[in-house]
């Protein structure tokens, strides 16, 4: 049986940081349970933001010569994605929202029903994490990091792929270790994947 793949993705700048911390024990549980993981660090990378001129819907990919075909095969090809962005004014940092923005022809396509046909595969999975410094419950409550991860679902749901679910890292100011349960939260979402 060939191996899994899991492509992990960091949005946030910081890559010492909690919401690294979280994505690497993320992946490192993968490696553990099995898969073979790709890390992609989105302010690593030189993606353009997207033009609108919409020949992506043609081709089926975008035609902006930059870092983002990689990712483009690596998402195709990965079982399980784990994506990693900070909460920013209730949202995603800029960086994320351009890579949704840039694969939205590998994610979906559009027919004359007007509905969207989800491109990606049910036996696909993703999970979302997110750090925000407004402390438990303030971060649900005020919308802030219920927003990021809506963002995120929302890209994620369109192209097909199964929700694994969400973990959460709320309060993080002054805080430089992750918590056990929050860590012990993020093994039990990862599958075996062999």
């Known amino acids: 049986m060939p191996t899994k793949k899991m492509l992990a993705i960091l949005a946030s700048p910081r890559k010492k940081e909690n919401l690294a911390k979280m994505l690497d024990h ?54 399980i994605v784990v994506m990693a962005a900070p909460t920013y004014f209730a949202n995603i940092p800029a960086p994320a929202k351009n890579l949704f923005d840039r694969l939205v022809a590998v994610i979906m396509n559009d027919n004359e029903s007007m509905i969207p046909k989800p491109l990606l595969s049910k036996k696909q999975s993703y ?25 995120m679902k929302e890209f994620f749901k369109t192209s097909g792929m199964r929700h694994l679910g969400n973990v959460t890292f709320a309060g993080t100011k002054g805080k430089s270790e992750v918590p056990v349960s929050i860590l012990n939260k993020i093994e039990r979402k990862i599958p075996s994947l062999n």
């Open 26 to 79: 993320a992946m490192a549980t993968a490696k553990k349970k099995g898969s073979e993981v790709h890390f992609v660090s989105l302010y690593d990378k030189n993606i353009a933001y997207c033009k609108g001129c919409m020949k992506c819907k043609q081709t089926g990919s975008c035609c902006i010569q930059d870092d983002i075909k990689p990712i483009e095969d690596l998402l195709k090809a990965c079982d």
């Open 127 to 151: 999970l979302l994490l997110t750090s925000c410094t407004t402390p438990f419950p303030f971060d649900r409550l005020a919308g802030q990091s219920t927003g990021a991860l809506h963002a």
